[in-house]
């Protein structure tokens, strides 16, 4: 198994351009995660899916943030315009709990630079 | 609401001594919990967990981790350090119940340094 895939690994964009941030998730995992890590905020919980469908979008921080799950193998994170506040590492991870399996397995991250 | 806490940001020991992360929670229930490590550059991996059962849980890497339900600690341990070792680590909790047993919370992490 390849693990949860994130693309791309390293994105540099200016102020107020849009980013787009993909994820792949373990093929089978009915749960996605879209994390976001800060030295200042540690991890944060931005949305999670279950069978793509969103569950909790309440750590979304702002409506310049979007997420999408059109099907059960790729998911996106879109921020538009973006600032250069949003500079972070972007995780996704995926989980299947229904086995008992709880935890999550983490894709690699995407660190984001908004300059 | 729940919530995580790891009281040392950064702890350094030497090569060879043995380790202890603290992790207390907050929670009305048994949560489930886990710990997680990340190095540099990299994802977090998952090191063990503890749902229910026996409150001494076994890991990868050598690693164990203690749930003591009166002090709402779930420690992270292990014997001997290897400077392989050296990365931050992160205790998270899950509620052991209801809709959001799949919804983990981090805590700030503890960033350790081995010294050879």
């Known amino acids: 198994d390849a693990g949860v895939i994130q693309s791309p690994r390293h994105e540099v964009t200016e102020m107020g351009q849009e980013v787009t941030l993909r994820c792949k998730p373990i093929s089978g995992h009915d749960y996605l995660f879209w994390y976001r890590q800060t030295m200042m905020r540690g991890l944060e919980l931005l949305i999670y899916f279950n069978n793509n469908v969103p569950i909790d979008d309440s750590g979304m921080p702002e409506d310049r943030f979007s997420a999408k799950m059109p099907n059960a193998s790729f998911s996106t994170l879109k921020i538009q315009p973006s600032e250069p506040r949003d500079s972070a590492v972007y995780f996704c991870?995926?989980?299947?709990?229904?086995?008992?399996?709880?935890?999550?397995?983490f894709g690699s991250g995407t660190r984001l630079t908004v300059v | 609401a729940q919530s995580v806490t790891q009281p040392d940001i950064h702890i350094t020991v030497s090569e060879g001594a043995s380790l202890e992360l603290r992790c207390n929670y907050s929670?009305?229930?048994?949560?489930?919990l886990f710990w997680y490590v990340q190095s540099p550059g990299q994802g977090l991996q998952l090191l063990l967990k503890y749902f229910s059962g026996d409150t001494l849980v076994q890991g990868i890497k050598g690693f164990e981790a203690e749930f003591k339900r009166s002090q709402s600690s779930f420690n992270l341990r292990k014997p001997s350090v290897h400077w392989s070792d050296a990365a931050e680590y992160f205790c998270?909790?899950?509620?052991?119940?209801?809709?959001?047993?799949?919804?983990?919370?981090f805590g700030t992490g503890t960033l350790l340094a081995v010294q050879p």
């Open positions: 929670y009305g229930a048994t949560p489930y």
């Open positions: 998270a909790v899950a509620p052991g119940y209801g809709g959001a047993t799949n919804k983990l919370i």
């Open positions: 991870a995926s989980s299947y709990p229904s086995t008992g399996n709880y935890g999550y397995t």
